[in-house]
Nanobody, 122 residues
Framework: VQLQASGGGLVQAGGSLRLSCAAS????????MGWFRQAPGKERESVAA???????YYADSVKGRFTTSRDNAKGTVYLQMNNLKPEDTAVYYC?????????????????WGQGTQVTVSS
């Protein structure tokens, strides 16, 4: 699976961005998709995930502000980010796996996209 993330940018606090992650190469609908971020000097953290059946998981820090969704026909997963805060500034990544997981995890993903920078100014 090849993953291509896009949609990052510079936004003021309180603003919104929508990230997209386009997948190609395998049957997209069979994959659990995850969103991750890594800020300078910090470890990569799991932000959100959506299973092949549409179950969604969110980190506490983004719950109520971020929403992930998928369009299997288009082979694309989205991360809608609202009410952005300066602490959301990071490089955001998408990843895919066929492994079964419960909740959020930063390990176990087999395919990773390149990152897209999100910068939130105060």
């Amino acid at each position: 699976v090849q993953l291509q993330a896009s949609g990052g940018g510079l936004v003021q606090a309180g603003g919104s961005l929508r990230l997209s992650c386009a997948a190609s190469g395998r049957t997209f609908s069979n994959y659990r998709m995850g969103w991750f971020r890594q800020a300078p000097g910090k470890e990569r953290e799991s932000v959100a995930a959506i299973t092949w059946s549409g179950d969604e998981y969110y980190a506490d820090s983004v719950k109520g502000r971020f929403t992930t969704s998928r369009d299997n026909a288009k082979g694309t997963v989205y991360l809608q980010m609202n009410n952005l805060k300066p602490e959301d500034t990071a490089v955001y990544y998408c990843a895919a796996t066929r492994r079964f997981m419960s909740g959020l995890s930063v390990v176990g993903y087999d395919y990773w996209g390149q990152g897209t920078q999100v910068t939130v100014s105060s």
